[in-house]
């Protein structure tokens, strides 16, 4: 497999479960009761923000680290699913085929 010059994906990979572990923190110190979650999470709500903060980084670089995997171009960009879940014409699948799916997920 080839991955693209100058990009690590075992650093990209490890940065991304750094993110996931400081936001699995927060969610482990929540009590996983549905009437107790929601006041544990608003008595921090930093906590909160940056457990959202964290996680949306990890996947972020998980995503990354795809592109990178498959020796794609990284896009500069936050919008990384576009190019994985729709072709050009909004259409399920990808013009390359080492993306192509064949059907849009949760359709």
């Given at each position: 497999m080839t991955t693209m010059p100058g ?39 930093g906590g909160l923000v940056a457990s959202a903060t964290n996680l949306t ?51």
């Open positions: 990009r690590d994906p075992k650093l990209a990979l490890d940065s991304a479960d750094s993110f996931r572990s400081l936001a699995g923190r927060f969610v482990s110190s929540i009590r996983m009761h549905v009437n107790y979650a929601w006041q544990d999470a608003l008595a921090d709500l980084l990890a996947v972020e670089i998980y995503l990354k680290t795809l592109y990178i995997l498959l020796g794609l171009q990284v896009p500069h960009t936050h919008n990384l699913a576009a190019p994985i879940l729709w072709t050009t014409e909004g259409g399920p699948g990808s013009t390359d085929p080492r993306l192509r799916r064949s059907r849009m997920p949760f359709s």
